[in-house]
């Protein structure tokens, strides 16, 4: 019975760790506390299952803010997908253009997400962020976060908005281009970095990588419309 307790306490910390968190802007509910809220799971998409009627909002710049994701996998792709509107069901603007390729685990923070342009949205507008992972597994994971946009908000403060050291993150934007790689640590503005790391230790070939990330957006975002 000890060796089968041991079993299931290793088998639940395993799945426990192959989930995420956002840490900012502050997310909908709790998906990582089963015991809370056992009705969540970050299966579900496009929220966990999580209603957006808990209230929990953050004001958010109208020229873009700072996001903050708690990563559990050893490596990872991540689409922070925007909704426009109070009760949010179509995510249908992209903020990481169009996925990154995430390497390591632990904080990952973006000092200020470029929107699109011509966003229509102005003082007081109400939105949703919809953060998608998928892992080794193949599994997508949805956690979401409701923002109002503010002429008065700011992005996080440079000690508030600090990567793990080790983790990078490489942005996938074509075929034809190599993705740049951000590193760890950083808390400015991105920066690119031409050697090699722990992110190009996992890196594909180009061809390879632009025909996976195909088949996952068309996977994520024909799950989430």
Not at 21 to 48: F, H, K, V
Not at 69 to 86: A, M, Q
Request: proline share 4%.
């Amino acid at each position: 019975m000890a060796r089968l307790a041991a079993f299931f306490l290793l088998a639940t910390s395993q799945l426990v760790t192959a989930h995420f968190g956002i840490e900012y802007p502050t997310w909908r509910g709790d998906t990582l506390n089963d015991e809370a809220n056992s009705n969540y799971s970050q299966y579900i998409q496009p929220c966990a299952g999580v209603p957006g009627t808990l209230g929990n909002r953050t004001d958010w710049p109208l020229t873009g803010g700072s996001i903050k994701l708690d990563l559990h996998h050893k490596w990872t792709y991540v689409f922070i997908n925007l909704g426009l509107g109070e009760n949010v069901a179509n995510f249908n603007y992209s903020l990481t253009n169009p996925f990154w390729n995430s390497t390591g685990n632990g904080t990952l923070c973006i000092p200020k997400l470029t929107l699109p342009t011509n966003l229509p949205v102005q003082d007081g507008s109400l939105a949703s962020i919809q953060v998608v992972t998928l892992g080794e597994t193949g599994n997508a994971l949805y956690n979401c976060a409701d923002i109002t946009f503010r002429e008065s908000a700011t992005t996080l403060a440079e000690g508030d908005c600090q990567t793990s050291p080790g983790l990078t993150y490489r942005n996938v934007t074509a075929a034809a281009q190599q993705p740049s790689e951000q590193s760890g640590g950083q808390s400015g503005e991105q920066q690119s970095d031409d050697k090699s790391s722990a992110g190009s230790s996992r890196a594909v070939d180009t061809a390879v990588l632009s025909a996976v990330g195909l088949l996952t957006l068309l996977f994520v975002f024909g799950m989430s419309v």
